[in-house]
């Protein structure tokens, strides 16, 4: 399989020192960011640092970071029980408690380390106590190293509802190193990849092609196409921080992806799929939409496809699944006036925002994902 652990191999670890300037934080690259995140805490003298983890990360990425701090001030660990289904306002009034109970104030600073719901939780909840506290992220999955550390979107699940409740407030900084990746299951490494995937397919056809040319992941090239990744989120967000236009295209593939996310979170008979996972459905689906819609090539529609079912695998969706995850589409976030907005592509790296599908439109994509 293209991700079998043993082809990742840190032993041979090559610190590529390298460091995104965002426009009020800095995204900082291996062993240069322990060195930036302890010079940000001696120049800003917090009066705490909470390390907030999920069980997991506490158990494989807490040590590596505590090994790495140069600090006087108290640090506090916070944990929050791992996975999705805890990513939600009951977890936050926990933390948010324990902030205060560790005697937390407006000095204090959080430190999120984890994936993406460790940093989408942490940084909301730091964002809020006290009327905001600075927060850094330290993430430590592939997904939450290329996307979801990255641009300041931060909040947390509303039932089953992804990401309802949240606010736009960016880090201090933060911290990539692929060292924690060590750790990381081969699952959710694919999960990862698909948001590396929809950067290359919304910006940038040569990452697409460097990323599906991959027999398996060296570290040297994870590096680097991480870096690559997280330019081009940066380049996106920074164009349009406030999501009027460019940073919609960021939403590729999530539309129908979420949707299926929240679905699969509900469905009690349905076994879970990752974040990584229903993108990667999301964006063959939208693949086909913009082929019928928009003119996206019928060739690359195949490849794609092709691609991210040998990658995914397939999964099943009877009648009644795709009219469920239809219905759920109306929650979505980017909805504007009762109107379902698409992402696009007219072709790979062009996208178009704001496309209004039919539902016909939407079972013929699944009929075709399926066929
Ligand atoms: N804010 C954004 O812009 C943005 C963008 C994309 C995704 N997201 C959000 O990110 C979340 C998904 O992120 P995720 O895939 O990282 O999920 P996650 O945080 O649940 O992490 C996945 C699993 O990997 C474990 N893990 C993390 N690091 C590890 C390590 N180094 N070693 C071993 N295990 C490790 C976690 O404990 C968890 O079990 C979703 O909630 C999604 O909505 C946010
Ligand atoms: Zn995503």
Redesign the pocket.
């Known amino acids: 399989m293209f991700f079998s652990k043993c082809v990742i191999s840190l032993k041979f670890f090559h610190p590529i020192m390298l460091q995104i300037n965002t426009q009020d934080y800095s995204i900082v690259f291996n062993n240069e960011g322990f060195i930036a995140l302890n010079t940000l805490l001696a120049k800003n003298n917090y009066s705490k640092i909470f390390v907030i983890v ?1 069980n ?2 506490h158990e ?2 807490l040590n590596i970071l505590l090994q790495q701090l140069e600090t006087e001030t108290v640090i506090e660990v916070i944990e929050i029980e ?3 289904e805890n ?1 939600h306002i009951e977890t936050c009034l926990g933390v948010w408690n324990a902030l205060s109970e560790l005697d937390g104030d407006r000095k204090s600073v959080v430190l999120n380390l ?5 940093t ?1 939780l942490g940084g909301f909840v730091a964002s809020t106590f006290r009327r905001g506290i600075d927060y850094i992220n330290i993430p ?2 592939l ?2 190293m290329v ?2 550390s990255v ?1 300041g ?2 909040g947390v699940d509303l039932g089953h509802l ?2 309802q409740i949240g606010v736009i407030n960016t880090p201090k900084l933060v911290l990539i190193n692929t060292l ?2 060590d ?3 081969s699952v ?1 490494l694919r ?2 990849l698909a ?1 590396m995937l929809k950067h290359g397919l919304i910006k940038d056809q040569k990452h697409w092609q460097e990323l599906t040319a991959l027999k398996d992941l060296t570290l040297n090239d994870l590096d680097r196409l991480i870096y690559d990744s997280v330019i081009i989120k940066k380049t996106v967000v920074e164009l349009d921080p406030l999501e009027k236009k460019e940073r919609k295209t960021l939403n590729f593939g999530h539309t129908l992806g979420h949707a299926i996310e929240s679905y699969f979170l509900t469905e009690t008979s349905k076994t879970r799929l ?3 996972e229903a993108i990667a459905i999301g964006m063959i689906l939208a693949c086909y939409i913009s082929e019928k819609q928009l003119g996206f090539p019928t060739n690359d529609t195949e490849k794609i496809k092709q691609y991210l079912i040998k990658i995914y695998g397939k999964i099943k969706f009877t009648h009644k699944d795709i009219a469920a995850v239809i219905a759920l589409l109306k929650f979505d976030k980017k909805n504007e006036h009762g109107n379902i907005n698409f992402v696009l592509l007219k072709a790979i790296a062009k996208p178009q925002i704001n496309c209004l599908v039919d539902n016909k439109l939407i079972y013929d994509a699944f009929e075709y994902y399926l066929k």
């Not at 984890?114 to 460790?118: A, D, F, L, S």
């Open positions: 999920d997991i990360t494989h990425c791992t996975g999705e990513k984890g994936g993406g719901v460790v989408d430590t999955s997904l939450a996307d979801a641009g979107k931060n992804k990401n924690f990746l750790t990381l299951s959710e999960s990862g948001e990752l974040h990584g």
